[in-house]
Nanobody, 121 residues
Framework: QVQLVEFGGGLVQAGGSLRLSCAASGSTVSSYNMGWFRQAPGKEREFVAAISWSGASAYSADSVKGRFTISRDNAKNTVFLQMNSLKPEDTAVYYC??????????????WGQGTQVTVAS
């Protein structure tokens, strides 16, 4: 079992930055690939970024490429999402997730409760 708790959401002006954190607990959490997903009101949940269990591989959605960076600190069982140049369309609830296969989003079967990010124009 893996438990995930997200921190760091809030209200920010367009062009600003936020850093989300996801604290993970569980006996084998460092062996999981970790991802960030988001869901805007009235929309489907979508993939944002993911990082391999070792941190050696990472990839992100085209909509956030060059603006968002995912990283992890396995010593602290924490995953981060640095979000720069935020846009109003980035407004959503952001979820942290753990999965076994990096590039198969349906393999992410542990989820946090989400943290709200609101970008004001």
């Amino acid at each position: 079992q893996v438990q995930l708790v997200e921190f760091g959401g809030g209200l920010v002006q367009a062009g600003g930055s936020l850093r989300l954190s996801c604290a993970a607990s569980g006996s084998t959490v460092s062996s999981y690939n970790m991802g960030w997903f988001r869901q805007a009101p009235g929309k489907e949940r979508e993939f944002v970024a993911a990082i391999s269990w070792s941190g050696a591989s990472a990839y992100s959605a085209d909509s956030v490429k060059g603006r968002f960076t995912i990283s992890r600190d396995n010593a602290k069982n924490t995953v981060f999402l640095q979000m720069n140049s935020l846009k109003p369309e980035d407004t959503a609830v952001y979820y942290c997730a753990a999965g076994r296969v990096l590039r198969i989003t349906t393999s992410y079967n542990y989820w946090g409760q989400g943290t709200q990010v609101t970008v004001a124009s």
